[in-house]
């Protein structure tokens, strides 16, 4: 049998602080001498309290706004539609560059008259939006929003 194959277990068990010199943590139990947390019940501070002065936090100027991750869905009016034909979807109007990509939400809201017949496939539209569709002689689906293609890795 060798040293390192010995397979021994730690006999730890919790220090009793506070509980003589010869314990190893008496007298202060490694809290220092004196001040705030040295005290019992220290760690009912808040986070960040700083002994009475003006935390870092309050401190420090906060930037304007809030800015929120969550995308935008970019909107279409209906009569921006009537020169598209068929089956409209995101390919469609991003190619008519009615939208920035075919990967985006896309909402149609009604502004103007709808005159040409179509097919609309898009993330969202308003009641009056599909409405109008309908009335033009043309049907709305509702489809989930295009992934873009994985990259290969070469």
């Known amino acids: 049998m060798k040293y390192n194959d010995l397979v021994v277990e730690k006999n730890t068990r919790p ?3 506070g509980r003589g010199i010869s314990a190893g943590q ?3 139990a490694g809290r220092g001498t004196k001040g705030q947390k040295a005290r019992t019940g220290h760690r009912k ?6 002994g009475g002065q003006r935390a870092i ?6 930037l304007k706004g ?6 935008k869905a970019e909107v279409v009016y209906t009569d921006r539609l009537n020169g598209l034909k068929g089956k409209v979807d995101n390919y469609a109007m991003a190619e008519a560059s009615l939208i920035s990509s075919p990967f985006v939400k896309v909402k149609v809201i009604t502004r103007g008259e709808l005159t040409a017949k179509i097919d609309l496939e898009t993330q969202f539209a308003s009641k009056t939006a599909v409405e109008a569709i309908k ?3 043309g049907s709305f689906k509702k489809v989930a929003i295009l992934q873009k293609p ?5």
């Open 15 to 17: 220090t009793r602080k």
């Open 26 to 28: 008496g007298k202060t």
């Open 45 to 50: 501070m808040p986070v960040g309290f700083m």
């Open 57 to 62: 936090m309050q401190a420090v100027p906060k």
């Open 66 to 71: 809030f800015k929120s991750f969550h995308p």
């Open 135 to 137: 009335k033009a002689g």
């Open 150 to 154: 994985a990259k290969k890795e070469a």
